[in-house]
């Protein structure tokens, strides 16, 4: 069963690891890039110590004693990624599509008629990007997201034509990239991209919504959104002219941010959203330097501008914005949507559960352009024991990752309410006495060596202890080779009218949290 597939033929050419290679790993070295405390990419030898993407990075460290850490840097990507970008567009293909930094398509049947076919086009494109010394493989199929998979399957893997479902047939219903439908499908015992695509399209429709209707299209060989494209009557193209030729970069980018927001405003009113942007800038001396940027939903003004800072980083450093003897700068910025699709929902609020309002999310933006993109962020409960560890800060715009869903799960030793009204960043220390002064302790069977006293915080004037609560043991990290942590928390109060929450970590006693 097939349906309806794209009329172009797409080749993806996929660098492995790519994320990996941009900072500087070198052969057989341990390394782990990761973003938001999340592995998003790590080197063969890694992988082969258990290390995986979107593994939290405690666990990553536990498999792999001597990791490399290396938090994500997208604009050195960027950069890294644009010059295999060029000499593919310069020697293969003359127009093509960047998904991300390690992650390139474009239309593939023109340039297969010209180098002698689909599989030699393969080649050619694996073979250009070798020359500068970076891994590759191409995939070839009727759609971008079919050619991906083939290009992760081995090098030069030509999908046929209307042969989309027959090749997704076979993989995990995971792999179309929506994980509650995809748990709902195994509920349900479907649990092969084939076993969903052959269930009526009707049924689909009336049961799963939205993201079911696009997934079960991808199932079947299809898109994921129907096809649509712009038309003279309603361009929603956005521009800057610099009265004088900018030679600022960080402002042109600023301005990208500016553009991308007005960009928005135009689809928002049209009830349309892009999967792909062109990035043109034209310079003082007369050239247009051009970039598509693709991404599957919606590209908000952050990923824009973290784009176009790359990309005229990139053209910075080999030259290509250099005037020669002409007059130097950026005459115009001009971003022109692609892909454009209907609108079909907005992405999360702060709180997770509502959408979020669209001035609030542009507000948010604009914030985050002047502050820096962690300068807005929003609340997810996730799991943890201490109060401390039971709430993440998300950047407004980034999705929260895999550990944000175990707010949920079992957590052996988790602190009881009621909950502590301000929790300290920083553990603050403290001291814990008997009667006679001596620091009280904590025994192995969670048995106290004197009756609290007295406590002092952060060195100031001690008081008399008239409460407790505890204490509460927590293992933490047992399977680490380091031995992992124990410790214990106490909830205590105080002659002065405070409530405190203890923890006792190797002998030493510290504030976790105030209770008022």
Request: hydrophobic letters at 45%; charged letters at 25%; aromatic letters at 6%.
């Given at each position: 069963?097939?349906?309806?597939?794209?009329s172009?033929?797409v080749v993806?050419?996929?660098?492995?690891?790519?994320?990996v290679?941009?900072c500087g790993?070198?052969?057989?070295?341990?390394?782990?890039?990761?973003?938001?405390g999340a592995v998003?990419?790590?080197?063969?030898?890694?992988r082969?110590?258990?290390?995986?993407?979107?593994?939290?990075?405690?666990?990553a460290?536990?498999?792999?004693?001597?990791?490399?850490?290396?938090e994500?840097?997208?604009?050195a990507?960027?950069?890294l990624?644009e010059?295999?970008?060029h000499?593919?567009?310069a020697?293969?293909?003359?127009?093509?599509e960047?998904?991300r930094p390690?992650?390139?398509?474009?239309?593939?049947r023109?340039a297969a008629r010209?180098?002698?076919?689909?599989?030699q086009?393969?080649?050619r494109?694996?073979g250009t990007v070798?020359e500068?010394?970076?891994?590759a493989?191409?995939?070839?199929?009727?759609?971008?997201?079919?050619a991906a998979l083939?290009?992760?399957r081995g090098?030069?893997?030509?999908?046929?034509?209307?042969?989309?479902?027959?090749?997704?047939?076979?993989?995990?219903?995971?792999?179309?990239?929506v994980?509650?439908?995809?748990?709902?499908?195994k509920q349900?015992?479907?649990?092969t991209?084939g076993?969903f695509?052959?269930?009526?399209?009707g049924?689909v429709?009336?049961r799963?919504?939205?993201e079911g209707?696009?997934?079960?299209?991808?199932?079947?060989?299809?898109?994921a959104?129907?096809?649509s494209v712009?038309t003279?009557?309603q361009?929603?193209t956005?521009?800057?002219l610099f009265?004088?030729?900018?030679?600022?970069?960080d402002a042109v980018?600023?301005v990208?941010v500016?553009?991308?927001?007005?960009?928005?405003?135009?689809l928002?009113?049209?009830g349309?959203?892009?999967?792909?942007?062109?990035?043109?800038?034209?310079?003082?001396?007369?050239?247009i330097?051009?970039?598509i940027?693709r991404?599957?939903?919606r590209?908000s003004?952050?990923?824009?501008?973290?784009?176009?800072?790359?990309?005229l980083a990139?053209w910075s450093e080999?030259?290509?914005?250099?005037?020669g003897?002409g007059e130097?700068?950026?005459?115009?910025?001009t971003?022109?949507p692609?892909?454009i699709a209907?609108?079909?929902?907005?992405q999360?609020?702060?709180?997770?559960?509502r959408d979020t309002?669209?001035?609030?999310e542009r507000?948010?933006?604009?914030?985050?352009?002047?502050?820096?993109?962690?300068?807005?962020?929003?609340?997810i409960e996730?799991?943890?024991?201490?109060?401390g560890?039971?709430?993440?800060?998300?950047?407004?715009?980034d999705?929260?990752?895999?550990?944000?869903?175990?707010?949920g799960?079992?957590w052996?030793g988790?602190?009881?309410?009621?909950h502590?009204?301000?929790?300290?960043?920083?553990?603050?220390p403290?001291?814990l006495?008997?009667?006679d002064?001596a620091?009280v302790?904590?025994?192995?069977?969670l048995e106290?060596?004197?009756?609290p006293?007295f406590l002092?915080?952060?060195?100031?004037?001690?008081?008399?202890v008239n409460?407790?609560a505890?204490p509460?043991p927590v293992?933490?990290?047992?399977?680490?080779?380091?031995?992992?942590?124990?410790?214990?928390?106490?909830?205590v109060t105080t002659?002065?009218g405070?409530?405190?929450?203890?923890l006792?970590?190797?002998s030493r006693?510290?504030v976790?949290?105030?209770?008022g």
């Open positions: 069963m097939t349906g309806a597939t794209d172009v033929r993806v050419v996929w660098v492995p690891d790519f994320p290679l941009a790993a070198q052969d057989g070295e341990p390394v782990a890039v990761v973003h938001r998003v990419a790590c080197s063969a030898s890694a082969a110590a258990g290390v995986r993407r979107h593994m939290r990075l405690p666990t460290q536990a498999r792999c004693p001597g990791l490399r850490v290396v994500r840097d997208l604009a990507e960027v950069r990624f010059q295999v970008v000499r593919v567009e020697e293969v293909v003359p127009r093509l960047v998904i390690g992650l390139l398509a474009a239309p593939a023109g010209y180098w002698g076919g689909e599989p086009l393969s080649v494109l694996v070798a500068l010394g970076l891994p493989r191409a995939g070839i199929a009727d759609s971008t997201f079919v083939a290009a992760r090098d030069g893997v030509v999908v046929p034509a209307e042969g989309n479902a027959a090749f997704l047939s076979p993989y995990p219903v995971g792999v179309l990239g994980p509650r439908l995809a748990e709902l499908l349900l015992g479907i649990r991209v076993d695509a052959r269930l009526p399209a049924r429709a009336e799963l919504g939205t209707i696009g997934a079960h299209r991808v199932a079947r060989g299809g898109s959104r129907p096809v712009r003279a009557v361009d929603h956005v521009q800057r009265e004088v030729a900018e030679e600022q970069l980018v600023f990208a500016a553009l991308a927001d007005e960009l928005h405003e135009r928002a009113a049209a349309a959203v892009c999967g792909r942007v062109e990035a043109a800038v034209e310079t003082a001396d007369g050239r330097l051009t970039r940027f991404h599957e939903g590209l003004s952050r990923a824009v501008a973290e784009r176009v800072r790359g990309v990139a080999t030259g290509l914005l250099d005037a003897d130097p700068g950026i005459r115009r910025l971003l022109r692609d892909g209907p609108d079909t929902g907005s999360g609020a702060f709180d997770g559960e309002p669209v001035e609030v507000a948010a933006a604009r914030v985050q352009a002047v502050l820096g993109h962690r300068a807005v962020a929003r609340i996730v799991g943890g024991r201490g109060p560890d039971r709430i993440r800060l998300v950047p407004v715009g999705v929260p990752d895999d550990g944000a869903g175990a707010a799960g079992p052996q988790l602190l009881p309410a009621p502590p009204a301000a929790v300290y960043p920083v553990r603050r403290a001291r006495t008997g009667a002064g620091p302790g904590v025994a192995g069977r106290l060596s004197a009756e006293a002092s915080v952060d060195g100031r004037r001690p008081a008399g409460g407790w505890g509460w293992l933490e990290r047992w399977w680490a080779r380091d031995g992992g942590r124990r410790v214990a928390r106490m909830q002659d002065d405070h409530a405190w929450l203890l006792v970590d190797r006693w510290w976790e949290a105030h209770y």
